[in-house]
């Protein structure tokens, strides 16, 4: 027999109000108070429904957006952007929650059937756990991917493919006669299972195909971008790169104001090419494969709301084709 929230008083020694106002207005209960209660519902597998929680319309007009990182960088800006734009009109609010760690994906995902307080959940980036899929079910919660690597989870998904991405890169930059290329990322934290590790995975097996030599430089984070790849290009096998494919504009860009302020030239010297055609990358002449995060967003925020309605011909997993934009910071080599 499920337990009701009388029983969670009782054992909590609260009144059936204050239990009430943990899951409805948590801010408004002391800390002590409110994690005695939590625990006491997780351990009696107690959650406030959707329907209980909302009894006025019946939503709780929220959506939850899970992002994997404390930083707002231009990806997850326009995500946000779209999101917003479609969320708001739709008068719903948009709670971001940054998951930066396993154990803060765990909080997150143990206590959501107990806080019965969002309509849907929208998470950028990163995949989900069998048991945090259990989780979810057990929520009654549509959950909706934006670029996942894995759809294991989720009821709907919109993503681009990474993998191909730099799959098209690199036949690019072999194309143009380059022979041995370099692929230099950040490192990031794997058991997260981003999507854009596909990135890597796709430079690699790429440059197999096409019978090209390769090196990866990782970007240890906090260090300068510059630093970090021109000193590994003069100390290891990336030295005979004459391609340096950078897994986001926003390390490629300082890399290349540094490089011609030493004064190197790009392309002559050395091409690159950048992922994601980010802010001022246009302005720089940046090569780069094009992706269009805002128009990821919308579609999924669509989804999520034709989902919260109960359309469930909006539970697909639609996968968006990237560009490759050519401009001035890639050329044919000089030297082999």
Known sequence: MKASISDVAQAAGVSTATVSRVFSHPDRVS???RTKVLAVAESLDFYISRSAGVLKS????????????????WFTGRIIEGLNNVFRT????????PITTLEERKEFFDTL???????AVVVSSFGISSDEVTRLQDAHLPIVGINVADTLG????????????????????KQLGHTHLTYCFEEFERELHFSSWSRVDGFKEACKRENLSFSLVTIPNGDDVFDAVYSQIMT???GRSTALFFHQDSLAIPFIFKYRELGMSIPSDISVLGYD????????????????????????????????????SA????????????RNTTASPTVQ
């Open 58 to 73: 019946g939503q709780a007009k929220r959506i939850a957006f899970l992002v994997g990182s404390s930083k707002i960088d």
């Open 90 to 97: 739709a008068h719903y609010d948009l709670i971001i929650f």
């Open 277 to 312: 055609n980010s802010t001022f990358s246009g302005e720089v002449g940046l090569s780069t494969i094009k992706q269009k995060p805002l128009d990821l967003a919308m579609e999924a925020a669509h989804k999520a709301l034709r989902l919260i309605e109960g359309d469930n």
């Open 315 to 326: 539970a697909t997993h639609d996968i968006v084709p990237v560009q490759l934009l050519v």
């Open 236 to 238: 290891t096998d990336a």
């Open 31 to 33: 800390n002590k108070t």
């Open 113 to 119: 059937p107990l806080r019965g307080n969002v309509d």
């Open 154 to 173: 989720y009821t709907a998904s919109v993503s681009i493919d990474d993998y191909e991405g730099t799959s098209i890169g690199v036949r690019y930059l």
